[in-house]
T-cell receptor, first 113, second 113 residues
Framework: KQEVTQIPAALSVPEGENLVLNCSFTDSAIYNLQWFRQDPGKGLTSLLLIQSSQREQTSGRLNASLDKSSGRSTLYIAASQPGDSATYLCAGYSGAGSYQLTFGKGTKLSVIP | NAGVTQTPKFQVLKTGQSMTLQCAQDMNHNSMYWYRQDPGMGLRLIYYSASEGTTDKGEVPNGYNVSRLNKREFSLRLESAAPSQTSVYFC????????????FGQGTRLTVV
């Protein structure tokens, strides 16, 4: 069974820093991997989808990479801003025919002005 | 630009009462999902519908039923609510399972007393 781990559970950084959030998974057969953002009391907002054949995706200040051989994905946030404060979740599908996203428990990010 | 819409946003039930959570998407997606989010447990899949006319159990289906009413709508029913079903419920949709990006609604916060 696929398991997804996110470390650290919480992270506090000063505004302007570049930072990396980590996501590891147990099954290298992971298919697509998706990063989400969740604000308190809100739903999940999709940030980036890395498809199985890709190694990374970029959107604005965000860059996500996927290394299936090592069982890791990272989300890089450049020049962090207070508005980036939220919980970041990674989730993956176990296979091409899967309909179940397996989620990590998230990293709560606080960007201090 | 509605995306995935859930109703209600908040609900308090007494043990043994029943209720239906409604979900609709306007993105013409084939696949729809119901997840629950609990502290310390992350998001877990309850049921999904790969396409109109089909439904399947996810990781935690006990105590729930679903109906895929049409391509747009997917409802989740609690027949006899229990305190263990106190949770935040999220509906999601994707064009087609693992191959495509998942989009989430804003959630329904359910308390069973």
């Amino acid at each position: 069974k696929q398991e997804v781990t996110q470390i650290p559970a919480a992270l506090s950084v000063p505004e302007g820093e570049n930072l990396v959030l980590n996501c590891s998974f147990t099954d290298s057969a992971i298919y697509n991997l998706q990063w989400f953002r969740q604000d308190p009391g809100k739903g999940l907002t999709s940030l980036l989808l890395i498809q199985s054949s890709q190694r990374e995706q970029t959107s604005g200040r965000l860059n996500a990479s996927l290394d299936k051989s090592s069982g890791r994905s990272t989300l890089y946030i450049a020049a962090s801003q207070p508005g980036d404060s939220a919980t970041y979740l990674c989730a993956g599908y176990s296979g091409a025919g899967s309909y179940q996203l397996t989620f990590g428990k998230g990293t709560k990010l606080s960007v201090i002005p | 630009n509605a995306g995935v819409t859930q109703t209600p946003k908040f609900q308090v039930l007494k043990t043994g009462q029943s209720m239906t959570l409604q979900c609709a998407q306007d993105m013409n997606h084939n696949s729809m999902y119901w997840y629950r989010q609990d502290p310390g447990m992350g998001l877990r899949l309850i049921y999904y519908s790969a396409s109109e006319g089909t439904t399947d159990k996810g990781e935690v289906p006990n105590g729930y039923n679903v109906s895929r009413l049409n391509k747009r709508e997917f409802s989740l029913r609690l027949e006899s609510a229990a305190p263990s079903q106190t949770s935040v419920y999220f509906c999601a949709s994707s064009a087609q399972g693992a191959a495509t990006e998942a989009f989430f609604g804003q959630g329904t916060r359910l308390t069973v007393v």
